[in-house]
């Protein structure tokens, strides 16, 4: 199918010339001034290929439909290449400042308008289609959000739902009674806390529908038990690195918590600098009639590597910033300097604590 284009100039003879240069391609409608020019916009936009647009115009000049497509919100649809005699950079520049494509000089060169418009109207087609399949995708994500809440939804109303998710609950509360415990006694020897401070999250219904999904295991409560181990997460910010380690062997000492698994990544960092280290521990909660154990996540860092991880965090789920890689890599050398300071207050806090002995 042929496309059309829509010439608009003044001068009959040079809208006539390109009718006769591009006939042979595209079907070829013709306006004699700016006035008719947006007429015929507002009848048959959509089924226009390219706007081929003078400049100078009595009554309603080049300028003034570019200003009126603007308005409109035209320019997503429509290419506009400019005829015109002028040779004028600022003249140039202000075309392209009101978002048209691409200049076609007088006197026409055959060859040249046809590839011009060609190239334009090619371009345009593939970015009309990249677009459509972008939203398209969009709008199959969005119905996969939506299903996802809806479904999400349901598990959060399910009453079996509702009691694992109390008895994640009590297993936080067990691993905080025990951290400070641990805090009382350590405090009591060492005459200082071993850590700053204690934060705790359950993970939300739609996050674990999110999760189980990912990992291709059907959203059931027996998945959650058994496939995810960090519904419940505790996070312990500590002063210094050889707090966290100690605090940590005292954790898992107890003889009612088993260790599933250890991840050091203050040892053994991720790629992007990230420092913690992970415990995933099976704790026992008492219900009003059972022992039941239960997974939980404890993560310990220092203060400097939390705040560098908050930020980090922020990075990682920002769809859209500015020089990423440039701010990863500065990330990355915080990290590394965050590494070195801790281990530095970490000897001075060692000279203060043998100078008081």
């Known amino acids: 199918m042929r496309g059309r284009i829509l010439v608009v100039d003044d001068a009959e003879v040079n809208r006539e010339l390109l009718r006769a240069i591009l006939e042979d391609e595209y079907i070829v409608d013709t306006a004699k001034d700016g006035e008719e020019a947006i007429y015929r916009l507002r009848e048959y936009r959509e089924d226009i290929s390219a706007l081929l647009l003078d400049l100078q115009m009595p009554r309603m000049d080049g300028f003034a439909v570019m200003e ?20 004028s950079v600022d003249i140039e520049n202000r075309c392209f400042d009101l978002g048209v494509l691409d200049f076609i000089h007088k006197p026409f060169e055959a ?5 011009r418009i060609k190239n334009t ?20 994500l969005r119905k996969q959000s939506r299903i996802i809440q809806i479904q999400a939804g349901q598990l959060k109303e399910a009453e079996a739902f509702h009691t694992l998710m109390m008895q994640y609950r009590c297993a936080i509360m067990e691993v905080e009674t025990k951290l400070k415990v641990l805090n009382e006694a350590f405090s009591r020897q060492y005459k ?26 059907p959203v059931t409560l027996e998945n959650i038990e058994e496939k995810l181990s960090d519904v419940a997460g505790i996070r312990v910010i500590c002063s210094f690195p050889d707090d966290i380690y100690r605090l940590a062997e005292l954790l898992i000492r107890q003889d009612d918590i088993i260790l599933l698994k250890e991840k050091d990544y203050i040892r053994n960092p991720k790629t992007n600098g990230y420092r913690s280290l992970h415990l995933i521990i099976s704790i026992p909660i008492f219900l009003s009639n059972e022992k039941k154990y239960m997974k939980a996540e404890v ?3 220092t203060i400097a590597m939390d705040f560098w991880a908050s930020l980090e965090h922020k990075l990682k789920y920002k769809k859209s910033v500015d020089n990423a890689e440039e701010i990863a890599a500065q990330l990355k050398a915080c990290a590394d300097s965050i590494e070195a300071l801790d281990y530095q207050m970490q000897k001075i806090r060692d000279k203060i604590d043998r100078h008081s002995d």
């Open 192 to 217: 200082r806390n071993p850590f700053e401070s204690i934060k705790s999250r359950l993970k939300t219904s739609e996050s674990i529908y999110e999760k189980l999904t990912r990992k291709g295991y």
């Open 111 to 115: 060859s040249i308008v046809k590839n």
């Open 299 to 301: 993560q310990f860092r």
């Open 68 to 87: 009126e497509i603007r308005k409109n919100g035209w320019l997503q649809k429509l290419p506009v290449l400019i005829i015109s005699g002028e040779d």
């Open 121 to 140: 109207v090619e371009l345009f087609a593939c970015k009309n289609q990249l677009e459509r399949e972008v939203e398209r995708q969009t709008e199959a």
